[in-house]
């Protein structure tokens, strides 16, 4: 049933196509002959070859990629179990800090985590590089991982623990048979929201990075200032790529199990 | 018993040396002077003179220093303004998105989610830099309105707030719509076809039930959004003038160009000290939102 | 041939399987059992009925394990059980929702519990098999929860629960969710598979036609306290409260005061300037004490002219009737402004039915058809 009016129609036409012009402009460009990104001079694939062959990017590109997907990992983990103490821990001494603290990152500018970060790791002699990156992108992440998990966990029907547990699994058993593979959904999307962070974050990165650690957004981001780069349209373009893919990926992999289970459903109560 | 405690206790710990700890020494580095030295700042904490010895060193100078010159105070009214007016003009482009997305049909709803969620995992780097080659003088924004008659000569948009504006929007637009999308999709449908059967123009019954129905999706799309605008830096270093004040730019031009670190880290303190207020409002909204929701 | 009758609790010798020994539990200011004792025998379908709130399923949980007494002691074969976690009791529950796990087949459903227990891989092959012949559900055996219907999934959290051939089974509310006509026909095979199992059950239900069905005993509950605890029988035809009286079944209560007339014979007074009513009671009542008749609607009969030598006969009009095919119960009002009803079988069609709206009819009933109470 279609009940859009025209201005919804409007309003939605022109609110995506504000998302995704800069976005396909971007993609254009990077096959613009000329080195100009505003001129367009025929078309070629020479940056994405000039691109490939840049050493400092691809190495850049490798140290990104390390520490997201270390961080995301250990994020992922320390989140969960975050999560898990926040909605079934109960009354315990300094919940509200620990509350406060799974939070407050979510929303905290990130010129003041990198700051302070960078600080506690000089002052505890700590060497930068790419450990210390590391340590603060699991340290922001895990609360983006806790946010996710909680709200599965809170929905989770706990009576499916308790028949675990009285059909004879220890605590521990009854999360690892049962709830895991149930939230294990949640428990995904908070890794590739951590992952997706960790790749993405400039601040934090150039605080705690060290000199022998260069990030890619760290590299970027120096290139860019000094103005626009079709080398960069063509990195840009390779990274929407991927995030198209896997998004899409992501939305026809749900969409299918939907359908899917819907029809077994219905197919059960007829049999 | 033991086992709860160490599930409480390494992601509590975790947190306590990596996010409570830094605050501190941000606050005590504040308190500070600025030194040539690695790392430049004076005193350090040695343990041998004893707390008392670096104790008597700390001062408020810094922050008397903040209140002093004239830069700082106003980009704090800088970056309060423009967050303010970027929240309120992300609402008015994401709420009709939200609005648009709920009233259409069925089967294309997980589609528009898709592509409202696509630019959030997408670079944030990256979006801000599409829109440098746009707005520039020789970009592609001036090119069609030079090229449609609309004006003569180029806009100069890059570099300054206006850019920092339409940055902001674009990149947090998502933070926005989805919250009030979440709200919206929650409405009772029929709450808004009782307000017309008792006699609401359609406009009357959006403003008078639909809109207070979604305060809560209003709510935390505005915090999502003005909070981390309040310490933005990168869009207003890419897009923005060298008149654009805003206090990210500010902490990270004291820390790396000026290398003094007290003074970064007193700008840090006060900015936090800003941000309570609104941070402490945002947890006790989700927090009431959560409570409601069991 | 007499058949053995199964009553241990009758039994003198017989040591009950659980031990609710002055047992109250508090949830802060709340008292959900309030100083319970209870036993309850091997081999038993022990129904927990009552409202809700009336502690039933607390009672069920603290057996599960889920909860702890505040006070007093709960004792599964003699065994003090409160110092032991619920994956440790022989104890099983069938969920009310089921909590069938999603993400394993139906097998595997069964399965988990015996796989906790380190059987031999073999075991539990043939144990499952069993299980699923048990509750004739072998075809879907390698389906997932979601593929199967509201009654195939009751059966699987039943086939599970009894996987680990528990000493007692607890089961909450387990035909809830299912149809009357499905759910008429499990309860069969409930009391079956308890027969054929030799399993003890405890059944939790609010619904009281379910626990008058399957259970041996019933123990109405209220307010955390047990009213009544007796065999299906004597708890509808001989109530020891008006509560049991009027939450199992459908009954009139008139209230009057007792003045004895005779052994176990007693006249009570419900009307000024009306024939006392003629009762016989083996509770005893003083003179003027005031009391309460309960009398079921099929004990009371109804005709057009006053019946020749009944114990008791009033007049009243026909205020209602209601028609449910099989039976009819005529709401019959009497002068005070009493309602009582009055059942029979529909031995004729509606069109020849005797009486009618408005009719004026004589209700009558024996001296032994109600159960005289206290309160």
């Known amino acids: 049933m279609n009940r859009l009016s025209w201005f ?139 946010v996710v998990v909680s709200s599965r966990l809170i929905t989770f029907d706990r009576s499916l623990e308790e028949a675990a547990l009285d059909l004879g699994c220890s605590q521990a058993e009854a999360f690892r048979l049962v709830t895991l593979p149930i939230i294990a959904p949640a428990v995904i999307s908070g890794w590739l929201l951590a992952f997706t962070l960790s790749l993405d974050d400039l601040v934090i990165a150039s605080f705690t990075a060290g000199p022998s650690a260069t990030t890619l957004p760290i590299k970027i981001f120096s290139a860019v200032r000094l103005g626009v780069s079709p080398e960069i349209n063509a990195l840009s373009t390779i990274m929407i790529g991927i995030v198209t893919v896997g998004v899409v990926t992501a939305s026809l992999v749900t969409k299918r199990q939907m359908v899917r289970q819907r029809r077994d459903e219905q197919n059960a109560e007829r049999s | 018993m033991m086992r709860r405690f160490v599930l409480i206790a390494i992601p509590y710990l975790w947190l306590l040396a990596l996010f409570l700890v830094p605050f501190a020494i941000v606050f005590k580095i504040a308190l500070s002077d600025a030194a040539i030295a690695r790392p430049p700042y004076f005193p350090q904490f040695d343990w041998v003179e004893g707390i008392g010895a670096f104790l008597a060193e700390l001062d408020f100078e810094n922050f008397v220093w903040l209140t002093e010159d004239d830069l700082y105070w106003k980009a704090y009214l800088s ?158 270093s890419l897009l923005g003038g060298s008149d654009t004040l805003m206090i990210g730019k500010v902490l990270w031009e004291e820390f790396f160009s000026n290398r003094d670190w007290p003074v970064a880290s007193a700008v840090a303190v006060v900015l936090l000290l800003l941000l309570i207020v609104p941070i402490v409002l945002f947890q006790r909204n989700q927090q009431k939102q959560q409570e409601a929701e069991q | ?31 959900a059992i309030d100083d319970l004792t209870l036993g309850i025998y091997e081999r038993e379908f022990f129904a927990l009925l009552g409202p809700s709130g009336c502690g039933k399923t607390t009672m069920m949980r603290m057996l599960a394990g889920f909860e702890t007494p505040t006070d007093g002691k709960i004792y599964l074969s003699g065994q003090d059980i409160a110092p032991v976690p619920p994956n440790k009791r022989l104890v099983n529950m069938m969920f009310q929702s089921y909590a069938l796990f999603p993400h394993l087949s139906i097998w595997d459903n069964i399965a988990f519990g015996l796989k906790r227990e380190n059987k031999p891989k073999h075991d539990i092959e043939e144990r499952v098999q069993e299980m699923l012949r048990l509750t004739r559900l072998e075809k879907f055996a390698r389906r997932k929860p979601h593929q199967i219907s509201g009654g195939q999934r009751q059966r699987v959290a039943l086939a599970r629960s009894l996987a680990k051939a528990p000493k007692l089974l607890l089961l909450d509310e387990p035909l809830g969710a299912l149809d009357k006509k499905l759910r008429q026909d499990t309860q069969f095979e409930l009391m079956d598979i308890q027969e054929k199992t030799g399993t003890t059950f405890v059944i939790v239900t609010h619904d009281q036609e379910e626990a008058m069905t399957v259970a041996s005993r019933v123990a109405v509950m209220d307010n955390g306290k047990l009213v009544q605890v007796a065999t299906p029988d004597r708890i509808y035809e001989n109530p020891n409260s008006v509560y049991v009286a009027d939450f199992i079944g459908d009954v009139n209560i008139i209230e009057g005061t007792a ?83 009055a059942q029979t079988a529909n031995t004729r069609r509606i069109a020849r039915r005797a009486f009618n709206w408005e009719d004026p009819v004589w209700l009558s009933w024996t001296a032994t058809a109600g159960v005289l109470l206290a309160e």
Request: proline share 6%; hydrophobic share 50%; net charge negative.
């Open chain 3, 259 to 341: 003045k004895p007339t005779g052994p176990d014979q007693y006249d009570i007074a419900w009307k000024e300037g009306a024939e006392p009513l003629n009762v016989k009671s083996q509770n005893s009542f003083s003179d003027g004490q005031t009391c309460h008749l309960a009398i079921r609607p099929e004990k009371v009969t109804i005709s057009a002219d006053k019946p020749a030598d009944a114990d008791n006969a009033v007049q009243g009009r026909v205020l209602d009737i209601a028609y449910l095919g099989n039976i009819s119960t005529y709401h019959v009002e009497l002068p005070t402004g009493a309602v009582i009803k």
């Open chain 3, 1 to 31: 041939m007499t058949i053995p009758v199964f009553e241990p609790w009758n039994d003198p010798e017989a040591k009950p399987l659980i031990q609710f020994q002055n047992v109250t539990k508090r949830f802060g200011e709340f008292t």
């Open chain 2, 79 to 236: 970056s309060l303004r423009i967050a303010v007016i970027s929240t309120f003009l992300t609402l008015l482009v994401g709420y009709p998105m939200a609005y648009g997305m709920v009233r259409a049909p069925e089967e294309w709803r997980p589609t528009l989610m898709m592509l409202v969620i696509l630019p959030f995992w997408t670079s944030f780097l990256i979006r801000v830099y599409a829109w440098m080659g746009i707005l520039s003088n020789e970009g592609l924004l001036n090119q069609f309105l030079i090229w449609t008659g609309l004006i003569d000569s180029p806009l100069t948009i890059l570099n300054t707030n206006t850019a920092v504006y339409i940055g902001i929007v674009y990149t947090y637009l998502p933070f926005m719509i989805l919250p009030i999308y979440s709200a919206l999709e929650r409405l009772d449908g029929s709450l808004i076809e009782a307000a017309e059967d008792l006699g609401c123009s359609r406009l009357q019954a959006f403003w008078l039930v639909t809109i207070p129905l979604s305060r809560a999706g209003i709510i935390a799309g505005c915090f999502l959004v003005f909070i981390p605008t309040l310490g933005e830096f990168v869009i207003p």
């Open chain 1, 8 to 146: 919804n129609t409007v309003s939605l036409t022109l609110g995506f196509a504000f998302l995704y012009i800069p976005m396909v402009i971007l993609i254009i460009f990077s096959f613009n002959e000329s080195k100009l990104v505003t001129v367009w001079g025929g078309f070629s694939a020479k940056w994405y070859g000039e691109l490939l062959q840049n050493e400092s990017f691809l190495q850049a590109a490798w140290v990104t990629l390390k520490v997201a997907v270390l961080s995301s990992t250990l994020a992922t983990v320390l989140g969960t179990m975050a999560a898990y103490v926040l909605v079934r821990g109960g009354r315990f001494l300094g919940r509200t800090l620990f509350s406060g603290m799974i939070y407050a990152p979510l929303v905290m500018p990130e010129v003041i985590t990198g700051l302070s970060l960078l600080l506690l790791f000089i002052g505890i002699g700590l060497d930068r590089g790419v450990m210390t990156i590391v340590l603060a992108h699991t340290t922001f992440a895990m609360c983006y991982v806790s």
